[in-house]
């Protein structure tokens, strides 16, 4: 996609683990250690050598060790996740064990069973994860067990939204004749979902134009600007002219597709990007998903998914020459187009489990790709 394509990498930066969760890594995460680093207990038990019975020649408990040696017909107890003696060649678990005349009798077990060996999850030096992964819980505990303390990640891109259009009220009950802003909110949970973070957020008429401007150059830490509405033709629509004013270079202007046609992406001579969407809440949604998403991916260093095509099954509007976006569910190896896919209506987008794009042509039951909802 361009917009992933033209992006560069955030500089990358070392927090600590407890920071972490849900950033990118800048580099691939590699053991220090083996994992386990020495063998250890899978159960509680007898930690045994050779054929039983066994004498018991001491406790090893987990945090603490038994040093000595085990021979022929030792055995120690043991807890879970206590370092294995020396000698010992099993673990027989405590269920299956019976103590009589100062010995433990139990079913001989195969060599090695229930005993975790060094470096059986990882290797020293194993890559753990590539760069580019998104980091979760999963992966921030791997990294502890390791030895790690900090990651070397990608911050999460921050975001400024201008949310424009004079008809809008900010809260509550719409007025008679004025339109409830739904992309105040949804914008920033979508810049969540999708690895950002909406550092600013404002409404700005459409006229004057330099409100809008002004908007847009403000100083504020943000990577991007996401400016809703104004993107289309009218008189109102201000975006392209401005940016034309500043020099910047649009890098997709427009596309082949309904609803969002008149998304745009552009590169201020900051290096600031500017991501135009229409003002119409599904044909934002629709532009986000195309534009901000694999923006927003490329900043992060994160690799972008390949899409899931499945056959979709329902009726679509289609426009000759033209990509139609429908809000569907995904069950059983096909996709069904759920609710209404207008460019102002939302409620089939708010229970879809993704976005399908109907190529142009398409008929009931055709394959299209899939833009995944929810992460």
Not at 103 to 110: A, D, H, S, T
Not at 204 to 212: F, I, K, N, R, S
Request: one cysteine or more; hydrophobic letters at 45%.
């Amino acid at each position: 996609m361009l917009a992933y394509g033209a992006a560069r990498p955030i500089v990358s930066r070392s927090v600590p683990l407890h920071d972490a969760a849900g950033l990118t890594l800048a580099e691939d995460l590699r053991t220090l250690r083996p994992v386990p680093a020495f063998d250890t207990a899978a159960m509680d038990g007898f930690a045994v050598s050779g054929p039983g019975p066994w004498r018991i020649r001491g406790i090893t408990r987990a945090g603490t060790a038994w040093r000595g040696t085990l021979g022929a017909g030792d055995g120690v107890e043991i807890s879970t996740g206590a370092l294995v003696p020396s000698g010992a060649v099993a673990v027989l678990p405590k269920e299956l064990a019976s103590f009589a005349d100062g010995r433990v009798r139990g079913p001989e077990q195969p060599e090695g069973r229930h005993i975790r060996r060094t470096g059986e999850d990882a290797a020293a030096g194993d890559r753990l994860a590539p760069g580019g992964t998104r980091i979760g819980p999963a992966l921030i505990g791997l990294a502890a067990a390791c030895g790690h303390d900090t990651l070397p990640v990608r911050p999460r891109p921050r975001v400024g939204l201008l949310v424009s259009g004079d008809e809008l009220d900010l809260s509550g009950v719409p007025r008679s004749g004025r339109v409830r802003d739904a992309l105040g909110p949804l914008i920033p949970a979508l810049v969540a979902e999708i690895g950002g973070e909406t550092v600013s957020s404002r409404h700005v008429p459409d006229l004057p134009a330099g409100g809008l401007a002004a908007a847009v150059h403000a100083r504020h830490d943000a990577e991007v600007v996401v400016v809703t509405g104004s993107t289309s033709v009218g008189d109102t629509d201000q975006l392209r002219r401005l940016l034309a004013d500043a020099g910047a270079r649009l890098v997709i202007d427009t596309v082949a597709c309904r609803p969002g046609h008149p998304m745009l992406l552009a590169l201020l001579r900051t290096g600031r990007w500017v991501v135009g969407l229409p003002g119409n809440p599904y044909a934002a949604l629709v532009a986000a998903r195309t534009l901000l998403g694999p923006l927003i991916a490329g900043l992060s260093g994160r690799p972008l998914a390949p899409l899931p095509h499945l056959p979709v099954r329902g009726r679509a509007q289609m426009s000759p020459g033209l990509t139609r976006v429908v809000p569907v569910s995904w069950a059983g190896g096909e996709a069904c187009i759920v609710g209404g896919h207008g460019a102002a209506f939302l409620r089939g987008a708010a229970v879809a489990d993704a976005l399908a794009a109907l190529p142009p042509g398409w008929m009931d039951g055709d394959p299209a790709p899939l833009l995944l909802q929810g992460g």
